[in-house]
């Protein structure tokens, strides 16, 4: 009986080098992980602005945004991962080439979020509000119900407060030939 038991704490003595290495693995997985400095690219503001349509329209009817363009395929994958805020005017629009059905998830985000899905004439034509967080390894896709060539991110709540709706305009001080290359 005793040189049993001794089989099997040699056994699991031997289990423990990969169970240590499959544990530093998963601590170090990319979703698991905020970027580092020399992985992220240079941040690009553009200032904008969404127009409500079929309201009335006032020098301050239209909502004033300072956004970070996410234009290459790093940056679209990247999004606001691992951020915890965003400024209260402040948020990311995804610039596509092409209209498409253009996606997003929710994998390593610190903090709910709203999603407008933006048509290439600029036209606001679904949004998603109060996105949760994913850190699963299987997080939903969130797609837009038409080809969309542009996503905005913003804070959640942001839509509500704002009676942002479908319809409504997004609009930008560059236009879309100089934003997207």
């Known amino acids: 009986m005793h040189n049993k038991m001794a089989q099997g704490t040699r056994a699991r003595l031997r289990m423990w ?25 240079p941040i690009e503001l553009v200032d904008a602005w969404i127009r409500p349509a079929g309201r009335a329209q006032t020098s301050t009817s239209a909502i004033p945004l300072r956004l970070e363009v996410a234009r290459s395929q790093k940056a679209w994958e990247r999004g606001l991962m691992f951020r915890d805020t965003l400024p209260d005017n402040g948020g990311m629009l995804f610039l596509f080439p092409r209209a498409d059905y253009h996606g997003i998830w929710m994998r390593g985000m610190e903090m709910p979020i709203d999603v407008l899905f933006v048509s290439a004439g600029h036209e606001i034509v679904s949004i998603r509000g109060h996105l949760p967080p994913c850190w699963t390894r299987r997080c939903r896709v969130y797609p837009p119900p038409e080809p969309v060539q542009y996503v905005l991110e913003l804070q959640a709540g942001f839509v509500d407060r704002h ?16 934003l997207v290359r």
């Open 17 to 41: 080098p990969m169970l240590a290495l499959l544990t530093a693995l998963a601590a170090h997985a990319p979703w698991q992980r905020a970027p580092d400095a020399a992985e992220a690219e």
């Open 163 to 178: 009676l942002i709706r479908a319809g409504d305009r997004l609009e930008w001080d560059t236009g879309p030939e100089s």
